[in-house]
């Protein structure tokens, strides 16, 4: 059991690039969430997804898209990198129900956008 | 928008000394309030967590108290150890869904000999 695995563990990126953070869980949670870190700002909701096909926006959801095709798989992709998205990105799954608060988080995509 | 208020930014203790870290929320439509702990370079994991029908909980020497009037609740770390130092992170649910989680900003703990 992997848990959550998130790829890659770092990325540097310049201005105007486009690239997909992986996310994947084998738990079969339902739900699935893409958060960002910055110091002193805690942890951020991006987007999030509450099964298969179904996908809402969270606090920052600007420049991101995601989506959501299969229970196992919720990549997250940025459009057009820019500077202010330089970020610790952690995806996280829940099995959900009264277990909701429970997340269990991945390893972390350290990106830097140049 | 959920706004959560978590108290101090950082804290240095002794070995052996409490912990406490606060948290205190607006709103939320749902029981179940988590704390999370995250070491350098790792992802948060859950710690511990409480349902506000009781006011406190203990795991160890974690233990949560709640107060649900005051809208607050708080971590609190028995005989800290050099281990604990960590960076800790309450948690509410959003009052329209408790899929949605809004976190405190952290505070970086830090356990000395």
């Known amino acids: 059991n992997a848990g959550v695995t998130q790829t890659p563990k770092f990325q540097v990126l310049k201005t105007g690039q486009s690239m997909t953070l992986q996310c994947a869980q084998d738990?079969?949670?339902?739900?699935m969430s893409w958060y960002r870190q910055d110091p002193g700002m805690g942890l951020r909701l991006i987007h999030y997804?509450?099964?298969?096909?179904?996908?809402d926006q969270g606090e920052v959801p600007n420049g991101y898209n995601v989506s959501r095709s299969t229970t196992e798989d919720f990549p997250l992709r940025l459009l057009s990198a820019a500077p202010s998205q330089t970020s610790v990105y952690f995806c996280?799954?829940?099995?959900?129900?009264?277990?909701?608060?429970?997340?269990?988080f991945g390893p972390g995509t350290r990106l830097t956008v140049l | 928008q959920q706004q959560v208020k978590q108290s101090p930014q950082s804290l240095i203790v002794q070995k052996g000394g409490i912990s406490i870290i606060n948290c205190a929320y607006e709103?939320?439509?749902?029981?179940?309030f988590p704390w999370y702990q995250q070491f350098p370079g790792k992802g948060p994991a859950l710690l511990i967590a409480?349902?506000?029908?009781?006011s406190e909980k203990k795991e160890g020497r974690f233990t949560i108290s709640f107060n649900k009037s005051a809208k607050q609740f708080s971590l609190h770390i028995m005989d800290s150890q050099p281990g604990d130092s960590a960076t800790y992170f309450c948690?509410?649910?959003?009052?329209?869904?408790?899929?949605?989680?809004?976190f405190g900003t952290g505070t970086r703990l830090q356990v000395t000999l």
């Open positions: 709103n939320t439509a749902f029981d179940y």
């Open positions: 409480i349902r506000p029908d009781v």
């Open positions: 738990m079969n949670h339902e739900y």
């Open positions: 996280a799954s829940t099995l959900g129900g009264q277990r909701m608060s429970e997340q269990f």
């Open positions: 997804s509450v099964g298969a096909g179904i996908t």
């Open positions: 948690a509410v649910p959003h009052t329209g869904t408790a899929s949605k989680l809004t």
